[in-house]
């Protein structure tokens, strides 16, 4: 961590340690968790709880909706994807109910990392899909590329190598647009495609464009892939000498980093090019570092392959004893994880050091279960390219059935969009008409009290009718209605909630539900404006807000 970092953090830590204002607390403890995300997960999710426990307290719903995203950012960087799905799904809720679209487009690749992350992929297409609609219709670029490239993730890791291309594609030309500066993994999923359409001239083009800008932005693990990703395709094409030389810049680039498993993978890819290069010792000492290094950091899914090239090796340099014995603990820990290629290479070698022994009937035996093995590789290949096509036709499915929701839904919306719109107009033209009249009244008054005007029954009588049917309650009564059938009964659940507010109060929360100014609110109901703003504080104090909340945004996100 960059030292004036590190000294951000400790003053925000000693400013946290001396306030006890909660909004003031939530903040710093939020920019906490935002120093931390990247370097100590565990530090981050700590403060986003904490954060998350204030908001609680605060009845502020946009406040609340980012904080439940912080905390939702936190859990799914340590795996804890069904808590992450739970508070995305709340911060969904309470920002669509905002309507702030800007927070609702980036919970929507949110939840698609979910579902990408449980190889749940027509779930997470549809999330990519909905974010990327979004970002264009708010002309959201940053967004938008986010969107792009994560598609062009689902459809690579289904197996559909030119769509992945194509969305990938399209984020690589955003990324360019906007200049962003983490641009080289952009590049890195481009060659990595290339290489594997076997198109190796282009893949390494890219290769060197994502390393180059890894190196000006000082991404680390950008400049590590590309050098290990390079390094494997120059081996393929026997072109050993360059990708040693790959292969060594990788680990100097690794030494002072964390970066464990580009580390091993490093000294294991190393091992395996000098070995075809037939420098066998030194592929040995590569393979022996790289699972000491591997026991040290417990990068234990890196074991079996490592130990299968040592055993392959050791083979290769005649010592069937040292080979059999790495052969054993590649099968053993190989079998753990549910490698099978690696398993059935293994007893293959353990055959063949078999038969240079002499030792035939074992050798048929091991032969046997490398034979056993291969045929259920073969049937599982089989069966996981019938799973990727099953799950494209699936999400083909799914897009359809999605996008004729989404008319659906969007006619819906357009419909209560409408009624609202006819609603709030109800509302208006009820305060304009009680205005008018409340004018009319006053005028009479005036007249019937000016100087030397005798009592005047007609008028008297004009303004006690004006003055009833300003007051009449069948006109609020037709507008509670509308308002009901719209809103879902709002006004009968908000006093199932809060039984202390007196029925005038329940009137005026809706119509502030209509974001509606407080002279309509006052014209509509006959009050002052004075009198509702005491309703407005007295209905704060029912609701439990504090001075800091705001009454309105609160009403306009309740359900």
């Excluded at 590569?286 to 950091?297: D, K, R, V, W």
């Excluded at 083979?315 to 690696?342: H, V, Y």
């Excluded at 078999?354 to 590789?377: G, I, P, S």
């Excluded at 609020?476 to 809060?498: M, P």
Aim: glycine residues 4%; hydrophobic residues 40%.
């Amino acid at each position: 961590m960059a030292s004036n970092t590190q000294g951000e953090i400790a003053a925000l830590i000693k400013e946290l340690g001396k306030t006890t204002q909660n909004r003031k607390r939530l903040r710093l403890l939020s920019e906490l968790c935002e120093k931390f995300y990247l370097s100590d997960t565990v530090v981050a999710l700590d403060y986003a709880e904490q954060a998350a426990k204030i908001a609680r307290k605060i009845n502020d719903p946009d406040i609340s909706g980012k904080t439940f995203t912080l905390l939702g950012r936190c859990q799914y960087r340590t795996s804890d994807f069904q808590s992450a799905k739970e508070n995305f799904v709340e911060a969904m809720r309470i920002q669509q109910q905002l309507h702030n679209e800007q927070e609702v487009v980036k919970l929507y690749y949110l939840m698609g990392n979910i579902h990408l992350s449980r190889a749940e992929y027509s779930q997470a297409i549809q999330f990519y899909n909905d974010s990327l609609d979004l970002a264009e219709r708010l002309q959201d670029k940053s967004s938008k590329e986010i969107a792009l490239n994560n598609l062009g993730l689902s459809y690579r890791a289904i197996g559909d190598l030119y769509k992945s291309f194509d969305y990938h594609s399209r984020s690589l030309e955003l990324s360019l647009e906007l200049e962003l500066e983490g641009i080289g993994p952009g590049f890195l999923n481009i060659a990595i495609l290339y290489y594997e359409m076997h198109q190796y001239d282009k893949a390494s083009e890219y290769f060197d464009k994502a390393y180059e800008a890894g190196k000006k932005n000082g991404d680390i693990l950008c400049i590590v892939k590309a050098l290990l990703n390079k390094g494997e395709m120059l081996v393929v094409g026997d072109n050993i000498t360059d990708a040693l030389t790959l292969y060594d810049e990788a680990l100097a680039v690794t030494k002072d980093h964390d970066f464990h498993s580009e580390r091993a993978k490093a000294l294991e890819h190393l091992g395996f090019a000098y070995a075809k290069n037939g420098a066998k010792k030194k592929a040995l000492e590569s393979y022996n570092e790289a699972l000491a290094f591997c026991e040290q950091h417990e990068l234990v899914s890196k074991v079996a392959s490592i130990l299968m090239h040592k055993a392959q090796l050791l083979f290769d340099m005649k010592d069937p004893d040292a080979a059999r014995e790495a052969a054993n603990k590649a099968i053993a820990m190989a079998s753990e994880s549910g490698e099978l290629i690696t398993e059935a290479l293994m007893y293959r070698l353990l055959a063949q050091c078999d038969k240079r022994v002499l030792r035939f009937e074992a050798a048929l035996q091991n032969y046997e279960k490398y034979n056993e093995l291969l045929e259920q590789t073969h049937h599982d290949n089989e069966n996981s390219l019938m799973r990727e096509a099953h799950i494209r036709l699936e999400v083909e499915a799914a897009l359809r059935e999605h996008f004729q929701l989404k008319l659906q839904k969007g006619i819906l919306e357009q419909d209560l969009h409408t009624k609202r719109q006819e609603l709030t107009a109800i509302a208006l033209q009820l305060a304009k008409q009680n205005e008018a009249l409340g004018k009319v009244t006053s005028q009479l008054k005036d007249t019937l009290h000016s100087p030397g005007q005798k009592t005047n029954l007609p008028v008297s009588s004009v303004i006690s009718d004006i003055e009833r049917l300003r007051n009449s309650e069948s006109e609020w009564e037709f507008f509670r209605t509308q308002f009901d059938a719209i809103h879902a009964d709002f006004g009968t659940r908000l006093l199932e909630k809060y039984p202390a507010l007196s029925p005038k109060e329940v009137k005026v929360c809706l119509l502030m539900k209509l974001n509606l100014a407080t002279k309509d609110i006052a014209n509509s109901l006959c009050l002052s404006h004075r009198t509702i703003e005491v309703h407005r504080y007295q209905i704060r104090k029912k609701l439990g807000l504090s001075g800091e909340d705001n009454l309105q945004t609160f009403l306009m996100s309740l359900t």
